[in-house]
């Protein structure tokens, strides 16, 4: 694979030098180097900015290079995260889808690339650079291809290696996404399994139920029943008491009308009883209060007179 690379440099379209801006005499040896590291330095840094871009370029070598390489342009264009999300999925298994399809986009992404420089090496060996004629610039590439060849070849080693662990990433991908898989078929067949138990248990409950409704509805009939029956008892043994009770008032109506004055009188005496003692006791408490005032004047007194004689004392010492 590396021989394909030691061919002449990607010879850059009619457009791409039409970008640069640079006119370049091609009778002259110096400008004609520089004109060649240019030609192999743009298809450089572009294939290392497009081999971890989002999208490619669409262009007609790169459409060429597809062509060969049996792919479409559109398999080479960057997909987002979202794309990849079903309804149901879980984040694990969409995170596995993208990292499984960007992987083999790169990998698609690099075998165009290559193929690319091929399309632009077999192109240019056609003469489309013009005053390649020259020797000297024939000089000057050859030793720049050989050095772009073996760069390009260390290159492709490193990328033979990052293949084959790449694909062994990607059986891993595949064996937890199937693992994924199964854990859903699994909680899938349980989720119907529960339904199942669940739609079973309920149709028992319901019969068990509607059992117990029927057998409810039977008691409370029957305790109605027994309830109206004893409400009408009940309503009779009122009315029994109520008669009984009416007699009973009548009869000691009558056993009280005869005693009536006599308790009045009675009353009467009391009450003037109680309002004699009420006045003694009131007069009583006047004459105790007028005799405590009579003693706290004399006790005043008494003060005021023993106040006298310390305050002569005190003179005539």
């Known amino acids: 694979m590396a021989q394909a690379f030691v061919n002449p440099p990607p010879a850059c379209d009619h457009r791409e030098c039409a970008c640069s ?21 743009r298809p450089q840094r572009a294939g290392l900015d497009v081999l971890w871009s989002q999208n490619v370029l669409d262009t007609p070598r790169t459409r060429e290079a597809c062509n060969r390489v049996g792919l479409v342009i559109e398999d080479l264009h960057f997909r987002s995260l979202e794309s990849f999300a079903g309804l149901g999925d879980i984040k694990e298994k969409v995170q596995l889808r993208f990292d499984h399809f960007e992987k083999r986009r790169k990998e698609r992404l690099a075998q165009v690339l290559a193929e690319r420089a091929k399309v632009i090496a077999k192109n240019a060996k056609k003469g489309e650079i013009p005053g390649v004629q020259n020797g000297q610039f024939l000089s000057a590439l050859e030793s720049l291809f ?4 073996k760069r390009l070849e260390g290159d492709l080693k490193g990328k033979l290696r990052t293949h ?51 057998h409810n509805a039977g008691q409370m009939a029957k305790m109605e029943s027994e309830f109206r029956e004893k409400q009408t008892a009940y309503q009779q043994q009122l009315l029994a008491e109520e008669e009984r009770m009416h ?44 005799e405590l005032e009579e003693k706290i004047t004399q006790v005043e007194v008494r003060r005021e007179e023993d106040r006298r004689k310390r305050q002569m004392q005190s003179e005539e010492q």
């Open 164 to 214: 084959g662990a790449m694909v062994k990433e990607n059986e891993d991908q595949l064996l937890k996404e199937g693992r994924l898989h199964e854990r859903e078929v699994d909680r899938e067949l349980r989720r119907a399994t529960s339904h199942h138990h669940l739609t079973e248990s309920g149709s028992k409950i319901r019969q068990t139920m509607s059992e117990r409704l029927a």
């Open 247 to 290: 007699r009973f008032h009548a009869e000691k109506a009558g056993l009280f009308s005869n005693k009536t004055a006599a308790f009045r009188d009675r009353v009467g005496k009391m009450k003037d009883r109680s309002e004699q003692l009420q006045s003694e006791r009131r007069h009583e408490a006047q004459n105790k209060r007028l």
């Open 146 to 149: 050989d050095k772009e060849a």
């Open 21 to 41: 801006g640079q006119h370049v005499s091609m009778g002259d040896g110096g400008k004609e180097l520089v004109l060649a590291e240019t030609f192999l330095a």
